[in-house]
Protein backbone atom coordinates (compact mmCIF):
# COMPACT_ATOMS: atom_id res chain seq x y z
CA UNK A 1 0.00 0.00 0.00
CA UNK A 2 1.07 3.85 -0.73
CA UNK A 3 2.12 5.59 1.89
CA UNK A 4 0.64 8.79 2.35
CA UNK A 5 0.16 12.16 5.04
CA UNK A 6 -3.61 11.42 6.14
CA UNK A 7 -3.61 14.34 8.55
CA UNK A 8 -2.13 17.26 9.63
CA UNK A 9 -1.46 19.08 12.99
CA UNK A 10 -0.86 21.96 14.60
CA UNK A 11 -0.73 23.21 18.24
CA UNK A 12 -0.10 26.75 19.14
CA UNK A 13 -0.52 26.01 22.42
CA UNK A 14 2.02 23.63 23.69
CA UNK A 15 0.02 20.90 25.64
CA UNK A 16 -3.34 22.58 24.11
CA UNK A 17 -5.63 21.06 22.06
CA UNK A 18 -4.57 20.26 18.22
CA UNK A 19 -5.86 21.87 15.09
CA UNK A 20 -6.34 19.53 11.84
CA UNK A 21 -4.76 21.49 8.80
CA UNK A 22 -5.25 20.97 5.29
CA UNK A 23 -1.79 22.07 4.59
CA UNK A 24 0.63 23.94 6.12
CA UNK A 25 4.16 25.49 5.94
CA UNK A 26 7.33 23.86 6.49
CA UNK A 27 10.27 25.84 8.24
CA UNK A 28 13.16 24.75 9.55
CA UNK A 29 12.01 24.68 13.37
CA UNK A 30 8.82 23.31 12.56
CA UNK A 31 5.35 23.92 11.40
CA UNK A 32 5.08 27.65 10.79
CA UNK A 33 2.29 28.35 13.66
CA UNK A 34 3.36 25.08 15.87
CA UNK A 35 3.50 25.32 19.41
CA UNK A 36 4.54 28.91 19.33
CA UNK A 37 2.98 29.87 22.98
CA UNK A 38 4.12 27.90 26.12
CA UNK A 39 1.97 28.45 29.67
CA UNK A 40 5.21 27.99 32.66
CA UNK A 41 5.28 28.93 36.34
CA UNK A 42 6.77 32.08 37.60
CA UNK A 43 9.92 30.68 37.34
CA UNK A 44 9.49 30.46 34.01
CA UNK A 45 9.34 26.49 34.36
CA UNK A 46 6.99 25.01 31.41
CA UNK A 47 3.61 23.37 32.60
CA UNK A 48 2.08 20.18 30.40
CA UNK A 49 -0.64 18.52 30.46
CA UNK A 50 1.07 16.16 32.86
CA UNK A 51 0.54 18.37 36.07
CA UNK A 52 -2.33 20.35 34.75
CA UNK A 53 -4.30 18.33 32.71
CA UNK A 54 -7.02 21.28 32.29
CA UNK A 55 -4.38 22.49 29.50
CA UNK A 56 -5.83 19.75 26.87
CA UNK A 57 -9.01 21.85 26.79
CA UNK A 58 -8.03 24.88 25.90
CA UNK A 59 -8.17 25.23 22.17
CA UNK A 60 -5.65 28.05 20.70
CA UNK A 61 -7.15 29.11 16.95
CA UNK A 62 -5.11 31.68 14.48
CA UNK A 63 -7.52 34.59 14.38
CA UNK A 64 -5.82 36.06 11.78
CA UNK A 65 -2.42 37.70 13.29
CA UNK A 66 -4.57 36.87 16.57
CA UNK A 67 -4.48 34.15 19.12
CA UNK A 68 -7.82 32.84 20.27
CA UNK A 69 -7.84 30.85 23.49
CA UNK A 70 -11.43 29.11 24.18
CA UNK A 71 -12.93 26.50 26.16
CA UNK A 72 -16.30 25.20 26.50
CA UNK A 73 -18.29 27.41 29.14
CA UNK A 74 -15.53 29.72 29.37
CA UNK A 75 -15.00 33.11 28.07
CA UNK A 76 -12.60 33.50 24.85
CA UNK A 77 -9.06 35.54 25.33
CA UNK A 78 -7.74 37.44 21.88
CA UNK A 79 -3.98 37.57 22.67
CA UNK A 80 -2.40 40.12 20.24
CA UNK A 81 1.82 38.59 20.47
CA UNK A 82 4.02 40.96 21.69
CA UNK A 83 7.47 41.57 22.40
CA UNK A 84 7.02 44.31 24.67
CA UNK A 85 8.52 42.40 28.06
CA UNK A 86 11.33 39.95 27.35
CA UNK A 87 11.08 36.73 29.85
CA UNK A 88 13.23 33.33 30.43
CA UNK A 89 11.25 30.10 29.95
CA UNK A 90 12.88 26.39 30.19
CA UNK A 91 11.41 23.32 28.63
CA UNK A 92 13.41 20.42 29.87
CA UNK A 93 16.97 21.06 30.21
CA UNK A 94 16.90 24.20 27.72
CA UNK A 95 16.63 27.44 28.97
CA UNK A 96 16.00 30.41 26.42
CA UNK A 97 14.23 33.89 26.31
CA UNK A 98 10.70 34.26 25.10
CA UNK A 99 8.39 37.28 25.58
CA UNK A 100 5.54 37.18 28.08
CA UNK A 101 2.29 38.65 26.72
CA UNK A 102 0.84 40.27 29.76
CA UNK A 103 -1.21 40.20 32.76
CA UNK A 104 -4.41 39.72 31.20
CA UNK A 105 -3.51 36.48 29.40
CA UNK A 106 -2.03 35.46 32.78
CA UNK A 107 -5.05 36.05 34.50
CA UNK A 108 -7.14 33.81 31.60
CA UNK A 109 -4.99 31.11 33.03
CA UNK A 110 -4.48 31.58 36.41
CA UNK A 111 -8.37 31.10 36.32
CA UNK A 112 -8.93 28.40 33.87
CA UNK A 113 -6.16 26.12 35.44
CA UNK A 114 -5.94 27.61 39.30
CA UNK A 115 -2.70 27.77 39.73
CA UNK A 116 -0.26 30.65 39.29
CA UNK A 117 0.97 30.64 35.75
CA UNK A 118 1.94 32.73 32.84
CA UNK A 119 1.82 32.70 28.99
CA UNK A 120 4.62 33.06 26.76
CA UNK A 121 5.03 33.83 23.22
CA UNK A 122 8.35 31.83 21.31
CA UNK A 123 8.82 35.21 18.54
CA UNK A 124 11.55 34.42 16.85
CA UNK A 125 13.36 31.28 18.34
CA UNK A 126 16.33 31.43 20.35
CA UNK A 127 16.13 27.58 21.53
CA UNK A 128 19.15 25.76 20.03
CA UNK A 129 17.81 22.06 18.58
CA UNK A 130 19.64 19.42 20.50
CA UNK A 131 20.81 17.90 17.19
CA UNK A 132 21.78 21.09 15.21
CA UNK A 133 23.19 23.88 17.34
CA UNK A 134 23.29 26.31 14.58
CA UNK A 135 19.48 25.66 13.97
CA UNK A 136 16.63 26.62 16.79
CA UNK A 137 13.09 24.33 17.49
CA UNK A 138 9.52 25.56 18.85
CA UNK A 139 8.63 24.81 22.36
CA UNK A 140 8.22 21.60 21.38
CA UNK A 141 9.72 18.99 23.66
CA UNK A 142 12.71 17.69 21.51
CA UNK A 143 11.83 18.13 17.66
CA UNK A 144 10.57 20.13 15.40
CA UNK A 145 8.16 17.48 13.83
CA UNK A 146 6.24 14.24 15.60
CA UNK A 147 5.21 11.81 13.13
CA UNK A 148 3.02 8.39 14.28
CA UNK A 149 2.17 5.70 11.52
CA UNK A 150 -1.45 5.45 11.48
CA UNK A 151 -0.73 1.22 11.59
CA UNK A 152 1.14 1.73 14.64
CA UNK A 153 -1.93 3.33 16.54
CA UNK A 154 -4.20 0.64 14.86
CA UNK A 155 -2.29 -1.66 16.42
CA UNK A 156 -1.87 -0.52 19.61
CA UNK A 157 -5.54 0.30 20.30
CA UNK A 158 -5.90 -3.40 19.75
CA UNK A 159 -3.31 -4.52 21.66
CA UNK A 160 -5.35 -1.79 24.78
CA UNK A 161 -8.05 -3.15 23.69
CA UNK A 162 -9.97 0.08 22.99
CA UNK A 163 -9.76 2.77 19.78
CA UNK A 164 -7.28 5.52 20.85
CA UNK A 165 -7.54 8.63 19.56
CA UNK A 166 -4.40 9.88 17.58
CA UNK A 167 -5.02 13.08 18.98
CA UNK A 168 -3.63 11.55 22.45
CA UNK A 169 -0.08 11.18 20.80
CA UNK A 170 -0.29 15.10 20.09
CA UNK A 171 1.46 14.55 16.42
CA UNK A 172 1.94 16.90 13.44
CA UNK A 173 2.10 14.09 10.96
CA UNK A 174 0.21 10.94 10.10
CA UNK A 175 0.86 8.73 7.84
CA UNK A 176 -0.67 6.20 6.25
CA UNK A 177 -0.32 2.89 4.57
CA UNK A 178 2.57 1.35 6.89
CA UNK A 179 2.73 -1.56 9.00
CA UNK A 180 2.49 -1.83 12.19
CA UNK A 181 5.88 0.31 13.66
CA UNK A 182 7.50 0.38 10.31
CA UNK A 183 8.33 3.78 11.10
CA UNK A 184 11.28 2.71 13.51
CA UNK A 185 13.18 1.56 10.39
CA UNK A 186 13.42 4.82 8.51
CA UNK A 187 15.91 7.13 8.48
CA UNK A 188 15.40 9.75 5.58
CA UNK A 189 12.10 10.42 4.05
CA UNK A 190 9.67 12.60 1.46
CA UNK A 191 6.51 13.99 2.29
CA UNK A 192 5.53 15.61 -0.77
CA UNK A 193 8.56 17.85 -1.57
CA UNK A 194 10.01 17.94 1.46
CA UNK A 195 12.62 15.63 3.17
CA UNK A 196 13.11 14.87 6.85
CA UNK A 197 15.43 13.09 8.78
CA UNK A 198 14.26 10.96 11.85
CA UNK A 199 16.40 11.54 14.67
CA UNK A 200 14.98 9.26 16.93
CA UNK A 201 12.21 7.57 18.82
CA UNK A 202 9.79 9.92 20.77
CA UNK A 203 9.36 9.11 24.30
CA UNK A 204 6.04 8.67 25.82
CA UNK A 205 4.93 9.46 29.59
CA UNK A 206 1.56 9.57 31.66
CA UNK A 207 0.50 12.57 29.71
CA UNK A 208 -0.82 10.30 26.88
CA UNK A 209 -3.01 8.90 29.53
CA UNK A 210 -4.90 12.33 29.43
CA UNK A 211 -7.94 11.72 27.19
CA UNK A 212 -7.56 15.25 24.83
CA UNK A 213 -12.04 15.08 24.96
CA UNK A 214 -12.46 15.42 28.95
CA UNK A 215 -9.06 15.99 30.34
CA UNK A 216 -9.41 13.01 32.61
CA UNK A 217 -7.04 9.92 33.21
CA UNK A 218 -7.47 6.92 31.68
CA UNK A 219 -8.71 4.50 34.46
CA UNK A 220 -6.13 1.72 33.66
CA UNK A 221 -3.38 4.20 33.05
CA UNK A 222 -3.89 3.28 29.17
CA UNK A 223 -1.78 3.54 26.76
CA UNK A 224 1.78 3.56 28.85
CA UNK A 225 0.26 0.25 30.91
CA UNK A 226 0.41 -1.38 27.13
CA UNK A 227 3.30 0.08 25.33
CA UNK A 228 5.43 -0.64 28.30
CA UNK A 229 4.80 -4.16 27.69
CA UNK A 230 6.18 -4.41 24.76
CA UNK A 231 8.00 -0.73 23.51
CA UNK A 232 10.13 -0.43 26.15
CA UNK A 233 13.74 0.02 26.35
CA UNK A 234 15.87 0.99 29.50
CA UNK A 235 15.66 4.40 28.68
CA UNK A 236 11.74 4.51 28.37
CA UNK A 237 8.50 3.71 25.94
CA UNK A 238 8.57 5.06 22.64
CA UNK A 239 5.59 5.76 20.06
CA UNK A 240 6.32 7.85 16.57
CA UNK A 241 9.47 9.46 15.38
CA UNK A 242 10.95 12.62 15.94
CA UNK A 243 11.66 14.69 12.72
CA UNK A 244 14.16 17.70 11.44
CA UNK A 245 13.23 18.75 8.12
CA UNK A 246 15.56 18.57 5.67
CA UNK A 247 14.01 21.51 3.21
CA UNK A 248 11.32 23.47 3.00
CA UNK A 249 7.85 23.74 1.69
CA UNK A 250 4.26 23.23 1.88
CA UNK A 251 3.06 19.98 3.36
CA UNK A 252 -0.75 19.01 2.18
CA UNK A 253 -2.90 16.24 3.60
CA UNK A 254 -3.21 13.53 0.56
CA UNK A 255 0.91 13.99 -0.44
CA UNK A 256 2.94 10.84 -1.10
CA UNK A 257 5.76 9.36 1.48
CA UNK A 258 8.40 8.31 0.11
CA UNK A 259 11.43 6.37 2.24
CA UNK A 260 14.34 7.12 0.88
CA UNK A 261 17.13 5.84 3.34
CA UNK A 262 16.57 2.88 6.27
CA UNK A 263 17.85 2.47 9.82
CA UNK A 264 18.64 0.16 12.42
CA UNK A 265 15.28 0.05 14.48
CA UNK A 266 15.41 -0.34 18.25
CA UNK A 267 15.02 -3.66 19.66
CA UNK A 268 12.34 -3.74 22.23
CA UNK A 269 11.81 -7.69 23.10
CA UNK A 270 13.61 -10.11 25.52
CA UNK A 271 16.43 -11.41 25.10
CA UNK A 272 18.09 -9.04 22.71
CA UNK A 273 19.56 -10.29 19.80
CA UNK A 274 22.70 -9.30 21.23
CA UNK A 275 22.14 -11.71 24.33
CA UNK A 276 21.08 -14.33 22.36
CA UNK A 277 23.87 -14.55 20.30
CA UNK A 278 26.31 -14.68 23.49
CA UNK A 279 24.99 -18.23 23.85
CA UNK A 280 25.63 -19.36 20.93
CA UNK A 281 29.29 -18.48 21.60
CA UNK A 282 32.19 -21.04 23.24
CA UNK A 283 33.01 -20.59 27.03
CA UNK A 284 35.36 -18.15 28.10
CA UNK A 285 38.14 -19.97 29.67
CA UNK A 286 39.03 -18.71 33.25
CA UNK A 287 41.95 -16.67 33.66
CA UNK A 288 43.12 -18.18 36.84
CA UNK A 289 43.90 -16.22 40.00
CA UNK A 290 47.27 -15.29 41.05
CA UNK A 291 50.17 -13.81 39.26
CA UNK A 292 51.51 -15.22 35.96
CA UNK A 293 54.61 -14.46 33.60
CA UNK A 294 54.22 -13.34 30.02
CA UNK A 295 56.64 -14.06 27.65
CA UNK A 296 57.10 -11.19 24.48
CA UNK A 297 56.42 -12.57 21.43
CA UNK A 298 56.22 -10.07 19.44
CA UNK A 299 56.13 -5.62 19.10
CA UNK A 300 54.27 -3.86 16.33
CA UNK A 301 54.79 -0.10 16.15
CA UNK A 302 51.35 1.05 15.33
CA UNK A 303 52.37 5.22 15.76
CA UNK A 304 55.07 7.29 16.49
CA UNK A 305 55.60 6.76 20.24
CA UNK A 306 52.99 3.52 20.68
CA UNK A 307 53.01 0.06 20.48
CA UNK A 308 51.66 -3.17 20.25
CA UNK A 309 53.17 -6.31 22.75
CA UNK A 310 51.93 -9.67 22.15
CA UNK A 311 52.43 -12.35 24.61
CA UNK A 312 52.46 -16.03 25.88
CA UNK A 313 51.39 -17.46 29.14
CA UNK A 314 54.84 -18.90 30.44
CA UNK A 315 52.42 -21.78 32.07
CA UNK A 316 51.37 -22.36 28.59
CA UNK A 317 47.34 -21.70 29.79
CA UNK A 318 44.93 -20.81 27.46
CA UNK A 319 43.19 -18.20 29.36
CA UNK A 320 40.49 -16.31 28.10
CA UNK A 321 39.64 -12.69 28.44
CA UNK A 322 36.45 -10.65 27.57
CA UNK A 323 36.96 -7.50 24.65
CA UNK A 324 37.22 -4.79 26.67
CA UNK A 325 39.36 -5.98 30.02
CA UNK A 326 42.61 -5.32 31.24
CA UNK A 327 45.84 -6.09 32.40
CA UNK A 328 47.43 -4.94 35.74
CA UNK A 329 51.58 -5.61 34.70
CA UNK A 330 53.58 -5.70 37.56
CA UNK A 331 57.22 -4.02 36.15
CA UNK A 332 60.51 -3.54 38.48
CA UNK A 333 61.83 -0.13 38.24
CA UNK A 334 64.62 1.72 40.44
CA UNK A 335 63.44 2.99 43.90
CA UNK A 336 65.38 3.97 47.18
CA UNK A 337 66.84 0.38 47.77
CA UNK A 338 66.83 -1.31 45.16
CA UNK A 339 64.48 -2.38 42.69
CA UNK A 340 60.92 -1.96 43.49
CA UNK A 341 57.86 -3.39 41.89
CA UNK A 342 55.20 -0.93 40.21
CA UNK A 343 51.54 -2.20 38.76
CA UNK A 344 49.88 -0.29 36.04
CA UNK A 345 46.49 -1.47 34.21
CA UNK A 346 46.74 -1.88 30.09
CA UNK A 347 43.74 -2.72 28.13
CA UNK A 348 43.96 -5.89 25.57
CA UNK A 349 43.72 -4.85 22.54
CA UNK A 350 43.46 -7.88 21.16
CA UNK A 351 40.08 -10.01 20.69
CA UNK A 352 39.44 -13.02 22.29
CA UNK A 353 41.00 -16.03 20.84
CA UNK A 354 44.11 -14.77 19.09
CA UNK A 355 46.98 -13.53 21.04
CA UNK A 356 47.08 -11.75 23.79
CA UNK A 357 48.71 -8.38 23.31
CA UNK A 358 48.24 -4.75 24.87
CA UNK A 359 48.61 -1.57 22.82
CA UNK A 360 51.27 1.05 24.79
CA UNK A 361 51.52 4.91 24.40
CA UNK A 362 55.28 6.34 25.88
CA UNK A 363 53.69 8.88 27.77
CA UNK A 364 56.03 11.70 29.32
CA UNK A 365 57.22 11.06 32.72
CA UNK A 366 55.32 7.60 32.41
CA UNK A 367 57.98 5.23 34.08
CA UNK A 368 56.18 1.95 33.23
CA UNK A 369 55.33 2.80 29.64
CA UNK A 370 59.31 3.75 28.94
CA UNK A 371 60.04 0.85 30.54
CA UNK A 372 57.99 -1.12 28.27
CA UNK A 373 58.85 0.68 25.27
CA UNK A 374 62.91 0.57 25.86
CA UNK A 375 62.70 -3.04 27.62
CA UNK A 376 60.27 -4.95 26.20
CA UNK A 377 61.25 -7.28 23.54
CA UNK A 378 60.58 -10.80 22.29
CA UNK A 379 62.01 -13.02 24.74
CA UNK A 380 61.99 -11.19 27.56
CA UNK A 381 59.51 -11.54 30.47
CA UNK A 382 56.61 -9.45 32.39
CA UNK A 383 54.70 -10.43 35.56
CA UNK A 384 50.50 -10.20 34.74
CA UNK A 385 48.95 -9.90 38.51
CA UNK A 386 45.40 -9.66 37.43
CA UNK A 387 42.39 -9.42 35.06
CA UNK A 388 40.06 -7.52 35.18
CA UNK A 389 37.67 -4.64 33.88
CA UNK A 390 34.37 -3.96 33.03
CA UNK A 391 34.36 -2.11 29.96
CA UNK A 392 32.77 -5.49 27.89
CA UNK A 393 29.54 -6.05 25.98
CA UNK A 394 28.53 -8.86 28.07
CA UNK A 395 28.57 -6.44 31.20
CA UNK A 396 26.63 -3.71 28.87
CA UNK A 397 24.84 -5.49 26.25
CA UNK A 398 23.38 -3.41 24.06
CA UNK A 399 23.38 -3.44 19.73
CA UNK A 400 23.37 -0.10 18.51
CA UNK A 401 26.45 1.20 19.90
CA UNK A 402 28.46 4.47 19.53
CA UNK A 403 32.57 4.00 20.45
CA UNK A 404 34.62 7.30 21.40
CA UNK A 405 38.40 7.39 21.54
CA UNK A 406 40.90 9.55 21.61
CA UNK A 407 44.68 8.64 21.47
CA UNK A 408 45.76 5.33 22.81
CA UNK A 409 42.27 5.11 24.28
CA UNK A 410 41.23 3.42 21.30
CA UNK A 411 42.66 -0.03 22.37
CA UNK A 412 39.76 -1.41 24.07
CA UNK A 413 37.61 -0.22 21.49
CA UNK A 414 39.39 -1.92 18.82
CA UNK A 415 39.17 -5.18 20.70
CA UNK A 416 35.61 -5.14 20.81
CA UNK A 417 34.94 -4.36 16.90
CA UNK A 418 37.72 -7.36 16.51
CA UNK A 419 36.08 -9.51 18.50
CA UNK A 420 32.57 -8.43 17.16
CA UNK A 421 33.78 -9.05 13.75
CA UNK A 422 35.09 -12.22 14.48
CA UNK A 423 32.01 -13.32 15.78
CA UNK A 424 29.51 -11.86 13.08
CA UNK A 425 27.55 -10.27 16.06
CA UNK A 426 24.61 -8.62 15.08
CA UNK A 427 25.52 -5.01 16.54
CA UNK A 428 25.85 -1.73 14.41
CA UNK A 429 28.84 0.67 15.56
CA UNK A 430 29.37 4.11 15.05
CA UNK A 431 33.03 4.18 15.97
CA UNK A 432 34.61 7.54 15.96
CA UNK A 433 38.52 8.38 16.61
CA UNK A 434 40.35 11.54 17.62
CA UNK A 435 43.98 11.77 16.76
CA UNK A 436 46.48 14.88 17.22
CA UNK A 437 47.92 14.26 13.33
CA UNK A 438 47.10 11.97 11.01
CA UNK A 439 50.60 10.10 11.91
CA UNK A 440 48.97 9.37 15.58
CA UNK A 441 45.81 7.80 14.02
CA UNK A 442 46.03 4.19 15.04
CA UNK A 443 44.70 0.82 13.40
CA UNK A 444 43.87 2.43 10.47
CA UNK A 445 44.17 0.73 7.59
CA UNK A 446 42.74 -2.09 10.16
CA UNK A 447 39.10 -0.15 11.01
CA UNK A 448 38.84 0.81 7.07
CA UNK A 449 39.06 -3.32 6.40
CA UNK A 450 36.82 -3.86 9.12
CA UNK A 451 34.05 -1.45 8.10
CA UNK A 452 34.04 -2.93 4.58
CA UNK A 453 33.79 -6.41 6.46
CA UNK A 454 31.03 -5.68 8.33
CA UNK A 455 29.26 -3.48 5.84
CA UNK A 456 26.73 -1.08 7.23
CA UNK A 457 27.11 -2.15 10.67
CA UNK A 458 30.64 -0.18 11.06
CA UNK A 459 30.82 3.26 10.48
CA UNK A 460 33.79 4.72 10.89
CA UNK A 461 35.17 8.44 11.32
CA UNK A 462 38.42 10.57 12.37
CA UNK A 463 39.09 13.86 13.65
CA UNK A 464 42.65 15.30 13.36
CA UNK A 465 42.41 17.71 16.03
CA UNK A 466 45.70 19.65 14.81
CA UNK A 467 43.70 20.83 12.24
CA UNK A 468 39.83 19.95 13.01
CA UNK A 469 39.49 21.30 16.77
CA UNK A 470 38.04 19.04 19.10
CA UNK A 471 35.04 17.20 19.13
CA UNK A 472 32.41 19.26 19.49
CA UNK A 473 28.53 18.68 19.78
CA UNK A 474 27.74 19.61 16.00
CA UNK A 475 30.68 17.58 15.10
CA UNK A 476 29.40 14.39 17.11
CA UNK A 477 25.95 14.83 16.80
CA UNK A 478 26.35 14.86 12.85
CA UNK A 479 28.87 11.60 12.92
CA UNK A 480 26.05 9.79 14.76
CA UNK A 481 22.13 11.75 14.88
CA UNK A 482 20.70 8.94 16.37
CA UNK A 483 23.39 8.52 19.38
CA UNK A 484 20.30 8.71 21.79
CA UNK A 485 19.45 4.84 20.96
CA UNK A 486 23.20 3.93 21.32
CA UNK A 487 24.68 2.64 24.37
CA UNK A 488 27.94 4.70 24.69
CA UNK A 489 31.77 3.35 24.77
CA UNK A 490 33.81 6.17 25.94
CA UNK A 491 38.02 5.64 26.23
CA UNK A 492 40.68 8.60 26.45
CA UNK A 493 42.28 11.06 28.74
CA UNK A 494 40.94 12.38 31.64
CA UNK A 495 39.81 15.39 29.56
CA UNK A 496 38.26 13.44 26.74
CA UNK A 497 36.14 11.92 29.09
CA UNK A 498 34.99 14.58 30.82
CA UNK A 499 34.39 16.58 27.71
CA UNK A 500 32.55 13.61 25.47
CA UNK A 501 29.74 13.02 28.44
CA UNK A 502 29.16 16.12 28.63
CA UNK A 503 28.76 16.52 25.18
CA UNK A 504 26.68 13.37 24.82
CA UNK A 505 24.24 14.60 27.64
CA UNK A 506 23.97 17.75 25.92
CA UNK A 507 22.69 15.71 22.85
CA UNK A 508 20.16 13.63 24.79
CA UNK A 509 22.32 10.34 25.70
CA UNK A 510 21.34 8.84 29.23
CA UNK A 511 24.62 9.31 30.29
CA UNK A 512 23.40 7.36 33.96
CA UNK A 513 21.98 4.47 32.04
CA UNK A 514 24.08 3.75 28.60
CA UNK A 515 27.47 5.69 28.90
CA UNK A 516 30.66 3.73 29.92
CA UNK A 517 34.22 4.42 30.49
CA UNK A 518 37.58 2.82 30.26
CA UNK A 519 39.19 4.14 33.02
CA UNK A 520 42.40 3.01 33.63
CA UNK A 521 45.58 3.96 32.28
CA UNK A 522 48.80 6.63 33.44
CA UNK A 523 47.00 9.96 32.66
CA UNK A 524 48.38 12.53 35.13
CA UNK A 525 46.65 14.69 37.82
CA UNK A 526 46.40 17.99 37.71
CA UNK A 527 48.87 19.45 40.86
CA UNK A 528 46.84 21.10 43.54
CA UNK A 529 46.54 25.10 43.47
CA UNK A 530 48.03 25.48 47.10
CA UNK A 531 50.18 22.73 48.85
CA UNK A 532 51.87 22.67 52.47
CA UNK A 533 55.22 20.75 51.94
CA UNK A 534 55.89 17.82 55.06
CA UNK A 535 56.60 14.59 55.69
CA UNK A 536 54.86 11.38 54.84
CA UNK A 537 55.50 8.56 57.60
CA UNK A 538 54.91 4.94 56.63
CA UNK A 539 54.73 3.70 60.52
CA UNK A 540 54.86 0.21 60.39
CA UNK A 541 58.62 0.02 58.21
CA UNK A 542 59.57 3.44 60.00
CA UNK A 543 59.64 4.92 56.56
CA UNK A 544 59.85 8.70 56.50
CA UNK A 545 59.63 10.37 52.83
CA UNK A 546 59.38 14.22 52.22
CA UNK A 547 56.42 15.34 50.51
CA UNK A 548 56.24 18.18 48.20
CA UNK A 549 52.54 18.46 48.11
CA UNK A 550 52.27 17.57 44.64
CA UNK A 551 53.40 14.51 44.41
CA UNK A 552 51.24 11.28 44.88
CA UNK A 553 51.28 9.28 48.59
CA UNK A 554 51.87 6.32 45.88
CA UNK A 555 54.55 7.42 44.22
CA UNK A 556 56.40 8.11 47.42
CA UNK A 557 55.69 5.09 48.69
CA UNK A 558 57.49 3.97 45.15
CA UNK A 559 60.15 5.56 45.85
CA UNK A 560 60.91 4.22 49.46
CA UNK A 561 60.75 0.95 47.76
CA UNK A 562 57.38 0.45 49.51
CA UNK A 563 54.92 -1.77 47.26
CA UNK A 564 51.48 -0.71 47.81
CA UNK A 565 48.70 -2.38 45.64
CA UNK A 566 47.30 -0.56 43.07
CA UNK A 567 45.92 -0.17 39.58
CA UNK A 568 44.46 2.56 37.71
CA UNK A 569 46.56 5.13 39.53
CA UNK A 570 43.53 7.63 38.87
CA UNK A 571 41.45 7.22 41.59
CA UNK A 572 38.93 4.85 39.81
CA UNK A 573 39.13 1.45 41.47
CA UNK A 574 39.80 1.97 45.05
CA UNK A 575 42.62 -0.49 45.13
CA UNK A 576 45.30 1.72 46.75
CA UNK A 577 42.97 2.74 49.39
CA UNK A 578 45.06 3.08 53.24
CA UNK A 579 44.60 4.14 56.84
CA UNK A 580 45.92 6.74 58.31
CA UNK A 581 46.76 6.60 61.30
CA UNK A 582 43.87 9.12 62.75
CA UNK A 583 42.20 5.95 61.05
CA UNK A 584 40.53 7.43 57.80
CA UNK A 585 41.20 6.10 54.91
CA UNK A 586 42.87 7.92 51.64
CA UNK A 587 43.63 6.57 48.11
CA UNK A 588 47.24 6.34 47.77
CA UNK A 589 47.39 7.76 43.74
CA UNK A 590 46.29 10.73 45.42
CA UNK A 591 48.33 14.06 46.17
CA UNK A 592 48.45 15.04 49.89
CA UNK A 593 48.42 18.31 49.71
CA UNK A 594 48.30 19.25 53.73
CA UNK A 595 51.54 18.79 55.20
CA UNK A 596 52.23 15.71 57.68
CA UNK A 597 50.47 12.49 57.02
CA UNK A 598 51.36 9.22 59.32
CA UNK A 599 49.95 5.80 57.21
CA UNK A 600 49.69 2.75 58.92
CA UNK A 601 52.04 0.65 56.57
Not at 96 to 102: C, K, L, R, V
Not at 282 to 310: I, N, Q
Not at 337 to 345: F, T
Not at 381 to 406: I, K, M, N, Q
Request: hydrophobic letters at 40%.
Amino acid sequence: MALTLTQLYEHPLKSGRGNPLGQGEVRPEGLARDRRFLVHTPDGTFISGRSHPRLVLISAQWDGELLRLSSPGWSDLLVTPTTAQPTSVAVWKDRFGAWDQGDEAAQWLCEFLGDEVRLAWLGESQRPLRWDRDRVVTFADAAPFLAIGTGSLDELSRRVGEPLSIRRFRPNLVIGGAEPFEEDRWRRLRIGSVEFLNLDGCGRCEFTTIDPDTGDRHPRGEPVVTLEAFRKVDTGIYFGMNLMPLSGGVLEVGDPVTVLEGRRPLFFGSPRPLEAAFEALPPVSPWPPGPADLVCRGVHPEAPGVKTFTFDRADGVEAGWEAGQYLTLRVPLPGEGGLVPVRRSYTLSSAPGSPLAITVKRLEGGRVSSWLHDHLVPGVTVVAEALGGSFTLRDHPWDSLLFLGAGSGLTPLIALVRWIADHDLPVDVALHQSARTEADVLFGPELRALEARLGGRLTVTTRITATEGRLDHQGLVKFCPDLRDRRAFVCGPPGYRAAVRGLLAGAGLKVDRRYHEELFGEAALEPPPRVVPGEVRFVRTGKVVPSDGKTTVLQLAERAGIDLPSSCRAGDCGICRVKTMTGAWVLACHTFPEGDLALDL
